[in-house]
């Protein structure tokens, strides 16, 4: 069945490094790709989304790429805070109806 | 705008129980969907409702059920619990049957025991 692939599980950075995860779908008519950010104990919230007719967006110190070919796309988190440590999850659409399917997360913390 | 609500927050139950969640979308949007998530497995689909009508569902077993009334507050039930059914289960609303931005709820916690 359709699947979403993230790594890494978990990352730890310094204060101010880039952070980089990646994931790759296997639905190739996958359109839609949306990332959330989880705090602890709190809800997810959409941070960014990307659609397949776009290669790249950015939204300040957060960006994603996709590559339609490979089947993969990227979040890429620059000058890192320590509030964005969270857990982050990459998501695209798959199923026959065009559900969204989960990758299982990125631990992400941010040492100051 | 009032963010999407589901109530109760916590439950508790034992084996062989059955339980009914509660999620109240965003006023106007018509799209619910249903995740458990659990640690290590992430959010995981259970189904998505659009205008009362169940459009997809998830690799779960029957026990999980669901419905959408015409206010567009959709609930799930599960019945005979089994001690893996613990989790989070979150619910989202969107605007349209086409995927974009969903919102999430803050979850229904249930510890089965």
């Known amino acids: 069945g359709e699947n979403v692939e993230q790594h890494p599980s978990t990352l730890s950075v310094q204060e101010g490094d880039s952070a980089v995860i990646k994931c790759t779908y296997s639905d190739s008519a996958s359109n839609y790709f949306p990332w959330y950010k989880q705090e602890l104990g709190k809800r997810p919230q959409l941070i960014i989304d990307i659609r397949s007719n776009v290669g790249e967006k950015k939204d300040q110190r957060i960006a994603v790429t996709l590559n339609k070919t490979a089947k993969h796309f990227s979040l890429h988190i620059t000058e890192t805070q320590p509030e964005d440590s969270a857990v982050y999850f990459c998501?695209?659409?798959?199923?026959?109806?065009?559900?969204?399917?989960f990758g299982k997360g990125t631990k992400l913390s941010v040492k100051p | 705008k009032a963010g999407v609500t589901q109530t109760p927050r916590y439950l508790i139950k034992t084996r062989g129980q059955q339980v009914t969640l509660s999620c109240s979308p965003i006023?106007?949007?018509?799209?619910v969907s249903w995740y458990q998530q659990t640690p290590g497995q992430g959010l995981q689909f259970l189904f998505e409702y659009f205008s009362e009508t169940q459009r997809n569902k998830g690799n779960f077993p029957g026990r999980f059920s669901g419905r959408q009334f015409s206010n567009s507050r959709s609930e799930m039930n599960v019945s005979t619990l089994e001690l893996g059914d613990s989790a989070l289960y979150l619910c989202?609303?969107?605007?349209?049957?086409?995927?974009?931005?969903?919102?999430f709820g803050p979850g229904t916690r249930l510890t089965v025991l």
């Open positions: 006023s106007g949007h018509r799209s």
């Open positions: 989202a609303s969107s605007r349209t049957e086409f995927y974009n931005e969903q919102f």
């Open positions: 998501a695209a659409t798959g199923g026959s109806q065009g559900n969204l399917i």
